[in-house]
């Protein structure tokens, strides 16, 4: 019984050396795969959404967005309605200060969905400022969360800063272009994105052969075609019958009984 004892004992001790690698092995390649498969995933996300927003602005601006004036009122800054998203409210509320704009002077307004909320801050920044007000958000986004991850797209006519950061979950973007600089903030990963596309869209004025509205392009073909039509109408007597446009008329009675005396 003692030898059965000690061949037992080395045999469990094996065992559960062997399980404790197993576990470790196991739990070290968790711990090194799932953080990466996450951090992928995360990845892979900015990039779509930031392919998304690039698509949305070549598509929404094929010849570059057109800035408002830069004294426009707050009720053609923030028209009433943007897509699914209804204004809220307006007013000149600072950003919040972990974004770094908090001492810039800019108009703020609130929209709302059945989903979600956005949050909109408009800037005048000129060009020399750009860059510095940009470095400085991107900088204050890595200090005043505890995760925060940007993607920047540059091109000829615009810079844009896409962020999400956390805690609390935020997606948002900075804006820039001809002298004006939006930052729009959202819970929504998605919303952001879109948001901003439809909004520079509908506050940005007409081009200078498009009408200011539909109605006014109505009112303007109509006039066209009056004034053609008067242009062009004349008034002419109708043309005189020649003698070979109608058939000769009947014999007179008298001259058929004279043919018919011998």
């Not at 929209?111 to 920044?125: H, K, N």
């Not at 073909?221 to 109608?246: I, K, N, Q, R, Y």
């Amino acid at each position: 019984m003692a030898e059965e004892k000690s061949v037992l004992v080395p045999i469990l001790i094996g065992c559960g050396l062997f399980g404790l690698l197993c576990f470790l092995v196991c739990g070290g390649g968790l711990a090194f795969f799932v953080p990466r498969a996450m951090q992928q995933a995360e990845d892979m996300m900015e990039q779509m959404t930031q392919e998304m927003a690039r698509q949305q602005m070549l598509e929404g601006f094929p010849d570059g967005w057109r800035p408002p004036a830069l004294d426009i009122t707050d009720e053609e800054l923030f028209p009433d309605a943007i897509a699914s998203f209804s204004l809220l409210e307006h007013d000149t509320v600072a950003s919040p200060p972990e974004f770094g704009l908090a001492d810039r002077e800019g108009r703020h307004a609130t929209y709302e969905s059945a989903l979600t909320d956005i949050e909109v801050y408009a800037y005048s920044v000129d060009d020399v400022e750009r860059k510095v007000v940009m470095r400085t958000v991107k900088e204050k986004l890595g200090e005043n969360f505890m995760s925060s991850t940007t993607s920047n797209i540059s091109q000829s006519n615009y810079e844009s800063l896409l962020f999400t950061v956390s805690p609390p979950d935020t997606t948002g973007s900075l804006w820039w272009s001809e002298g004006w600089m939006f930052l729009i903030l959202s819970e929504d990963q998605f919303a952001a994105p879109m948001f901003q596309a439809e909004y520079l869209e509908a506050i940005q004025p007409p081009a200078p052969n498009e009408p200011a509205s539909p109605d006014d392009a109505g009112d303007g073909e109509v006039a066209d075609s009056t004034d053609g039509d008067a242009g062009t109408e004349e008034h002419t007597d109708p043309p005189l019958a020649e003698e070979g446009d109608f058939p000769p008329p009947p014999p007179r009675p008298e001259s058929l009984q004279a043919e018919e005396m011998p």
